[in-house]
């Protein structure tokens, strides 16, 4: 199934060049999907800057071209509307024709759905989830995480090398009250620094920083602690080192859980190259010293006052900052990696840092043209009320308590309705805990996904748990529901021949069909505006046409619709739409169940 925006705008292109030569060599076609039928299908609204460059009129321009593009195997003959738009409606035979063309049965450990990988992949590091070790990782990292999955899933699958990178922040003075707490409590720290197990990190770090301030003699040690840690002392680095891993593997459990890959490279791992950063800016001008401070000045970056604004990358005691440590990374993934796009998806308020390093970094040429720089920040989340998300006894809500209780919420809701006599389906319990998993976890991430990134959202368990509307329940169960249509109608769907037709002839069908070619089209989109809600939309989108297609009074037979050849082509069209939501959950980083 490829991409019919590509196809249209290849040959769009084609006719410009063809009517106007060089002129129109380089111009985009600016083909999109239209959201008003009365429009088409698609739409291309070049004619208006093409005709601006030719001194033409944009009508006469759209005229030109659509006497030379060829789309009849496509499209009714193209229409021009308004100042010079040209609309395409695609034919339902050939919208049949490119939907039979899908490969009847998964193509790749994930179903592509015939869908072709690019053909010019990127090196992309993506900076995701970097969650603090010396805290129990928290509610705000949730949507780090899940975004940024969902993000490198589609970059991935769109055929790029992704670097997940995990920049956890595993360094800094906080380490010294930490590896003074670890060394009171655990002793034997290194005599067996693999077992250090800490049930509540978070636990521990109140109480680290509690004897900090408590007792002065704790303080002291501390801040030895931390100057040791600096000076490379073996012994405080184990101390750390074991606190760190332990940090680590309480992270890991919550990224198994949500089945979500990322490669651990800590704040600490730059530490030797913070200095030749300093100097380098140093000397080539571009740091200068202010009040024993060396600082970065950027144009455009001033405070309210006015004043310039520094970026600081070694304070006034020599400790370096959080912007060094970023300025490291980003040469190290470009130079060692290789990577093109750097792409970093953390919180709105830190947008001013990453505006500063990324305009750091160009100035000082570390980052050339050809290298993107990209901040993918997002809102908070919310309570249900709209106030800072928080646990019910104040303090911040763990993750993992978080993922537990949409868990078990699901679990309640199934439990009901296997309890009432006309839902059961006579799950056993190990069914129930699975199904509980996998629902939980997904409402989690659909609900949290389906919101536009920039914007605060509000957590809301009925609504995200809701089996209506625009959720992971709905869709989950739509899924397992189209399923079970091909047991009932006894046919295997993969087995169906790859040379069966299929027709659309019903508006319903119609409807449905195009639906499901717009998928390479919606992917391209989540990968290139970097926005996973364009695919919770069209998910909700296609299951909507879905329901049309098999209402018992608007839609069409399937399971009994006769002859067979309209049957076989109606329950083709009922594979092809599970197993586009299949791959859209899956980029959403959602599992399917068969049954539910
Ligand atoms: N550890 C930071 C925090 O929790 C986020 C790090 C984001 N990534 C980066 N390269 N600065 O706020």
Redesign the pocket.
């Known amino acids: 199934m490829q991409s019919i925006t590509r196809e249209l705008g290849r040959r769009v292109t084609e006719a410009m060049i063809a009517g106007f030569g060089d002129q129109a060599v380089g111009v985009d076609p600016l083909l999109k999907s239209t959201q008003d039928p009365s429009f088409g299908d698609y739409q291309a609204n070049f004619a208006m800057g093409l005709a601006k460059r030719l001194g033409r009129r944009p009508r006469d321009v759209a005229a030109a071209v659509v006497e030379k593009v060829d789309v009849s195997d496509l499209c009714d003959p193209p229409e021009i509307a308004g100042p010079g738009f040209i609309n395409f409606t695609i034919t339902p035979a050939a919208a049949g024709r490119r939907l039979q063309a899908v490969p009847p049965t998964a193509d790749g450990v994930t179903d592509r759905v015939g869908i072709a990988q690019s053909p010019s992949p990127d090196v992309i590091a993506i ?2 989830s ?3 070790l010396a805290k129990e990782m928290h509610v ?2 949730l949507r ?1 995480t899940i975004i940024g999955d969902c993000i490198a899933r589609v970059l991935e699958f769109e055929g790029h090398v992704v670097h997940r ?1 995990n ?3 595993d360094w800094g003075t906080q380490f010294g009250m930490i590896i003074e707490h670890v060394r009171r409590t655990h002793p034997h720290v290194l005599d067996d620094p693999e077992h250090l197990q800490l049930g509540d990190l978070e636990a521990f770090y109140v109480e680290a920083r509690r004897q900090f301030d408590a007792d002065p003699r704790f303080a002291d040690a501390a801040r030895k602690a931390v100057v040791d840690l600096q000076g490379g002392d073996p012994e405080t680095l184990a101390v750390w080192k074991a606190f760190c891993g332990e940090s680590l593997r309480h992270c890991h459990v919550i990224y198994d859980r949500l089945d979500v890959r990322v490669e651990d490279r800590g ?1 600490s791992f730059y530490n030797d190259m913070l200095a030749g950063v300093v100097q380098e800016l140093g000397d080539r001008g571009f740091a200068e010293e202010s009040d024993g401070a060396m600082c970065v000045f950027l144009d455009g970056f001033t405070n309210k006052q006015g004043d310039r604004l520094p970026m600081i990358i070694r304070k006034s005691d020599g400790g370096y900052n ?1 912007a060094t ?2 300025l490291a ?2 040469r190290h993934r470009i130079s060692a990696l290789g990577a093109t796009r750097l792409l ?4 709105i308020p ?1 947008k001013q ?2 505006d500063m ?1 990324f305009a750091a970094a160009r100035k000082a040429g570390w980052a050339g043209e050809g290298v993107e720089l990209t901040h993918i920040g997002f809102g908070s989340m919310l309570s249900s009320t709209g106030k800072m998300f928080k646990a019910r006894e104040g303090g911040t809500v763990k993750l993992r308590d978080l993922v537990d209780e949409a868990v078990e919420r699901a679990h309640k809701v199934i439990e009901a309705s296997e309890q009432d006599p006309d839902k059961r389906r006579g799950l056993s319990s190990g069914q129930m805990r699975a199904i509980a998993e996998t629902v939980g976890t997904g409402a989690v991430k659909y609900f949290d996904l389906s919101h536009s990134l920039g914007s605060d959202y509000r957590f809301d368990w009925d609504t995200m748990l809701s089996m209506d509307g625009n959720t992971a329940p709905y869709m989950l169960y739509a899924y397992a529901r189209i399923r079970s249509i091909g047991r009932e109608a006894g046919v295997d769907y993969a087995a169906i021949p790859a040379e069966t037709p299929i027709v659309l002839e019903h508006d319903c069908e119609i409807r449905l069909g195009k639906t499901l070619l717009k998928l390479p089209d919606v992917i391209d989109q989540a990968a290139r505006e970097y926005r996973p809600n364009v695919l919770t939309d069209y998910l909700f989108e296609l299951s909507k046409a879905y329901n049309l297609f098999y209402d018992r009074k608007r839609g069409v037979r399937v399971k009994d619709a006769s002859p067979e050849s309209v049957r076989l082509s109606r329950l083709r069209l009922c594979d092809l739409t599970a197993r586009s939501l299949k791959l859209g959950l899956h980029l959403l980083g959602i599992g399917t169940l068969e049954q539910m």
């Not at 970093?344 to 919180?347: D, F, L, N, T, W």
């Open positions: 900076d995701m970097s969650p603090n705000g990292h780090s990178i920049h956890v922040g704040e959080y440590t970023d990374a980003l970093y998806v953390v919180g830190q840092h990453f390093l």
